[in-house]
């Protein structure tokens, strides 16, 4: 499984942006995430989906961001949601449960930067 992101770029406070993140390869029962990381910071989840379109959001994106399959919607970006953004597979397991847990995902993009300007 290959991810590839796209969509980052630079905006002002209160702009939005909307990420891309393409897979290539078998995606049968793979939830899909999306991370972030600021330098200095660790890895932090945003949000996920599993293939029956249930959704999980980090506190400080919920209400803001929209993960879709294949798409993040990144409305009233602040300041501190500048980073790099990862978009990542994993297995979901018969029971097709949520996870922001990093180390659950096996499959990892490249990353896209995102910076936000106050």
């Known amino acids: 499984v290959h991810l590839v992101e796209s969509g980052g770029g630079s905006v002002q406070a209160g702009g939005s942006l909307r990420l891309s993140c393409v897979v290539f390869?078998?995606?049968?029962?793979?939830?899909m995430g999306w991370f972030r990381q600021a330098p200095g910071l660790e890895r932090e989840g945003v949000a996920t989906?599993?293939?029956?379109?249930r959704t999980q959001y980090g506190d400080s994106v919920k209400g803001r961001f929209t993960i879709s399959q294949g798409y993040l919607q990144m409305n009233s970006l602040k300041p501190e949601d500048t980073a790099m953004y990862y978009c990542?597979?994993?297995?979901?397991?018969?029971?097709?449960?949520?996870?922001?847990?990093?180390?659950?995902?096996?499959?990892w993009g490249q990353g896209t930067q995102v910076t936000v300007s106050s």
């Open positions: 390869g078998e995606t049968y029962r793979r939830c």
């Open positions: 989906i599993n293939p029956d379109g």
């Open positions: 990542a597979a994993r297995q979901c397991g018969g029971r097709l449960l949520l996870s922001l847990t990093n180390h659950e995902y096996a499959f």
